[in-house]
T-cell receptor, first 113, second 116 residues
Framework: GQQLNQSPQSMFIQEGEDVSMNCTSS?????WLWYKQDPGEGPVLLIA?????ELTSNGRLTAQFGITRKDSFLNISASIPSDVGIYFC?????????????FGRGTQLTVWP | EAQVTQNPRYLITVTGKKLTVTCSQN?????MSWYRQDPGLGLRQIYY???????DKGDVPEGYKVSRKEKRNFPLILESPSPNQTSLYFC???????????????FGNGTRLTVT
């Protein structure tokens, strides 16, 4: 199946620092999504991107749909302890049906106070 | 309140004993899907359903069955569970907003399955 390469695998940062993570695919995607998963819960959508070049913010979070359509990144500014969790990128490639959604392996974020 | 409800939350079973994990949603969503989450592998799609009586394989369908007899329910069936199916399972749902797009996935809170 389609592989999404998400990096880094884990991050350990101090409160207040900015965070950046990214996702790349081997094929062209027409949808990029970013999710966050808190311990013991299901993932929750943070940002959805539908157009190449699109830059979207949600509070301290900003995500972009790469112009090549093969990548996306998520930035978190001024991190706080509640940002801790696993962040997943997900996407749908141009050739797949609407129902097929692929996920990256996740970035585990730890924020030290 | 919009909900995706999975049952049970935790299940320990033995190899070969058939089991069913239920998923129910109250949002009238057309689309439902099952994922398994394993350390270092992220979320992998098992099966999905675009509507009642329509199901398709995801990336890792082997050893699983699903059915979609009614819109709100999408059970995951393991006819003969094996230890490599020990995992955290998530059900997710979405509606279709317009051609080519669907609403964000709404996830349940997961079912942690252990097969010994």
């Amino acid at each position: 199946g389609q592989q999404l390469n998400q990096s880094p695998q884990s991050m350990f940062i101090q409160e207040g620092e900015d965070v950046s993570m990214n996702c790349t695919s081997s094929s062209i995607f027409n949808t990029w999504l970013w999710y966050k998963q808190d311990p013991g819960e299901g993932p929750v959508l943070l940002i959805a991107l539908y157009k190449a070049g699109e830059l979207t913010s949600n509070g301290r979070l900003t995500a972009q749909f790469g112009i090549t359509r093969k990548d996306s990144f998520l930035n978190i500014s001024a991190s706080i302890p509640s940002d801790v969790g696993i962040y997943f990128c997900a996407g749908r490639n141009r050739g797949s049906t609407l129902g097929r959604l692929y996920f990256g392996r996740g970035t585990q974020l730890t924020v030290w106070p | 309140e919009a909900q995706v409800t999975q049952n049970p939350r935790y299940l320990i079973t033995v190899t070969g004993k058939k089991l069913t994990v239920t998923c129910s949603q109250n949002m009238n969503h057309e689309y439902m899907s099952w994922y398994r989450q394993d350390p270092g592998l992220g979320l992998r799609q098992i099966y999905y359903s675009m509507n009642v009586e329509v199901t398709d394989k995801g990336d890792v369908p082997e050893g699983y069955k699903v059915s979609r007899k009614e819109k709100r329910n999408f059970p995951l069936i393991l006819e003969s569970p094996s230890p490599n199916q020990t995992s955290l399972y998530f059900c997710a749902t979405a509606s279709f907003l317009r051609a080519g797009k669907n609403s964000p996935l709404h996830f349940g809170n997961g079912t942690r399955l252990t097969v010994t």
